[in-house]
């Protein structure tokens, strides 16, 4: 049964991406990761409830989806593009799929979960900002110069999720090129001082989140 509430979840989250809601990508915030929202199984799942015949539909669609994915793997005859075209076609047909499962109810409830979730984020966003301005003693120039690089990141990153044209492969990519950008723009708000502290708060916190 965990196995099914697993895959059913991973498939309901799915539709959340599809439908264009703002999901974070950013590296060391696992939780909201694609694949990082299994640590809210229980509370999400009990917020659906989801019938028995719903989950075991979930789970036959995961499956398929699974299968296709990986016979699209070995067929080393396709170029790049087409190979990925074709895993683009296969993610769409998946997601209407789900949607037809769910409910009016259960896609309201989704809706709600992603305001809550928005909310709490901010919070945790305006935490973190206090965190790091106290931990690396940051002016208030640097201060506002890091949010506004932040804020503008956070646009292009849902420019990118909004992008239709572009496929999920082309957005990762897209989006890594981003965060890689991002991380040059601290090298001129901070000092070099700073940019060592921040590295090693980074490196403790990979640390605890291993152990």
């Given amino acids: 049964m965990k196995r ?20 974070p990508e950013r590296k060391h915030e696992g939780v909201y990761r694609q694949d990082g929202h299994k640590r809210h199984n229980g ?3 009990a917020d659906l409830n989801l019938t028995e015949d719903q989950k075991a539909k979930f789970k036959a669609l995961n499956e398929e989806q699974h299968k296709q994915m990986a016979e699209l793997k070995k067929q080393d005859n396709l170029t790049v593009k ?8 296969l993610r769409k047909d998946h997601r209407a ?37 106290k931990e690396l003693n940051l002016t208030n120039e640097q201060s506002a110069k890091l949010d506004a690089s932040r804020k503008k990141m956070g646009e292009k990153m849902k ?8 496929t ?30 921040l590295e090693e708060s980074r490196k403790h916190h990979t640390r605890k989140m291993k152990v």
């Fill in 159 to 166: 420019s990118i999720r909004d992008d239709k044209s572009l």
């Fill in 43 to 45: 509370k999400e799942m």
């Fill in 82 to 89: 087409e190979s990925r075209e074709k895993m683009e076609a």
């Fill in 168 to 197: 999920e492969e082309q957005k990762k990519e897209k989006s890594k090129e981003l965060r890689k950008q991002q991380k040059e723009n601290m090298k001129s708000i901070l000092t070099e001082e700073q940019l060592k502290k």
């Fill in 4 to 23: 099914i509430i697993v895959s059913a979840l991973a498939i309901v989250f799915g539709v959340i991406i599809a439908q264009g809601q703002e999901i």
């Fill in 97 to 133: 799929k789900v949607q037809a499962l769910l409910t009016p109810e259960q896609k309201t409830q989704i809706e709600k979960n992603r305001q809550e979730w928005k909310a709490k984020m901010v919070e945790m966003d305006k935490a973190r900002t206090e965190r790091m301005k």
